[in-house]
């Protein structure tokens, strides 16, 4: 029988040159989900990045791809991306961007093509931010996680558990690893949080497993 594909591995998209001024913002961002750095160009798009990040129903995805045609005009796609056998461009509503190199102005293949404003992200704003600052404990701590404490953590946290008790239960391992493991197993998609959508991460902020029927996020 053969072995199914990875879908992330036949995802064709390359980030091409953008030409940015000295008005323009730059943001500098690991990607977990990617093992790359990546650079953003404005905030929107940074917000729009920390959603992908944080779910797992998103394969992959590649930022500035290239040109799509938006109201009957080319601009540059803020970021294409997979989630399962569907793959979409999305469009932020900022300032368009335009390519250093010319000859990129080849309009890339048309697929479905979603634009996200600020009323968009609003509804998503408490989990935007949670998720801006857990992404750096998985950056930064991700490598000196192990898979056998990776599930160590998921399966003692089968019913909601706050945040301070997971890292009390794994003593004396550093609680920094514990709630980086707790972050990463959220980002996989093996660990759920409400709590994320209605305020702020704090010591209290409960996890628990992931039952089969709910798949990830």
Known sequence: MVAPVDP???FDFHPIAIQRSKWTHQFHVWSPKLARRLSLYS???????????????VLTFCE??????????PRIADFVLRRKDVTEFVVVETTPLAAIDADALEILDPLPITTVNADVL??????????????????SNGRFISSDFLDRIEHG?????????????????????TRTAVFDLTRRGRLVSPDLRTGELN??????QVVATEGGK
């Open 8 to 10: 992330a591995l036949q």
């Open 43 to 57: 905030h929107a798009a940074v917000d729009f990045w920390a959603m992908m990040e944080s779910y797992a129903s």
């Open 64 to 73: 500035y791809p290239g040109h799509v045609i938006v109201d009957r005009k």
């Open 122 to 139: 609003k509804p998503h704003r408490v989990w935007i931010d949670n998720w801006l600052r857990m992404l750096p404990y998985v950056t």
């Open 157 to 177: 946290v089968t019913l909601p558990k706050a945040l301070y008790a997971i890292e009390y239960d794994a003593l004396p391992t550093d609680p920094v690893l």
């Open 203 to 208: 010591r209290h902020t409960r996890f628990r």
